[in-house]
T-cell receptor, first 115, second 114 residues
């Protein structure tokens, strides 16, 4: 079975600072995808960033970047120059195996950006 | 971008009645739709997977007779909570699979059973 673990239930950081959210996963699959989703107070799920396991280069989307450590099965999200609008729940998610389309979500990290 | 319209956004119903939640993919065809339930301050729990034109596949522990899922067309999937009870109160979210490991989520439905 595939599992996704987020060890930080809550985090807070001052506006404009950098914050890193942790995520580890466990799988026996060799080909898989990893995602970070954001759920703001509106509760709309928004894709932040995704990483294909076969790509060695870490994905980056503007202020958001990941540190993908395949051997350690670690997939952390770094938010640079944090903004008030980044306040949200962040979920790490995994999908793996040929033909599998089901996402497995972590338990989430509640991030609060302090003005 | 791809949009999934989910309605209603919130609903209050009396215990014993049924409630239908709709998810429509507006600008793409969704052959597969996932239905999730989310308790306050918790993660998304997958309830079932529906494929257009076939019966839904339910996750272990989910009552298929209580949570009826229909995916009659490539753009519409529905979740009906039958004989709802207060313990069914929750936030329900749909997610359409677009292919190439892309997903579009609906905006969610807050169900309160009184």
């Amino acid at each position: 079975a595939q599992t996704v673990t987020q060890s930080q239930p809550e985090m807070s950081v001052q506006e404009a600072e950098t914050v890193t959210l942790s995520c580890t996963y466990d799988t026996s699959e060799s080909n898989y995808y990893l995602f970070w989703y954001k759920q703001p107070p509106s509760r709309q799920m928004i894709l932040v960033i995704r990483q294909e396991a076969y790509k060695q280069q870490n994905a980056t989307e503007n202020r958001f970047s990941v540190n993908f450590q395949k051997a350690a099965k670690s997939f952390s999200l770094k938010i640079s120059d944090s903004q008030l609008g980044d306040t949200a729940m962040y979920f790490c998610a995994f999908i793996g195996g040929f033909g599998n389309e089901k996402l497995t979500f972590g338990t989430g990290t509640r991030l609060t950006i302090i003005p | 971008g791809a949009v999934v319209s989910q309605h209603p956004s919130w609903v209050i119903c009396k215990s014993g009645t049924s409630v239908k939640i709709e998810c429509r993919s507006l600008d793409f065809q969704a052959t597969t739709m996932f239905w999730y339930r989310q308790f306050p301050k918790q993660s998304l729990m997958l309830m079932a997977t529906s494929n257009e034109g076939s019966k839904a596949t339910y996750e272990q522990g989910v009552e298929k007779d209580k949570f009826l899922i229909n995916h009659a067309s490539l753009t519409l999937s529905t979740l009906t909570v039958t004989s709802a009870h207060p313990e069914d109160s929750s936030f329900y979210i749909c997610s359409a699979y677009q292919g190439a490991y892309g997903y579009t989520f609906g905006s969610g439905t807050r169900l309160t059973v009184v």
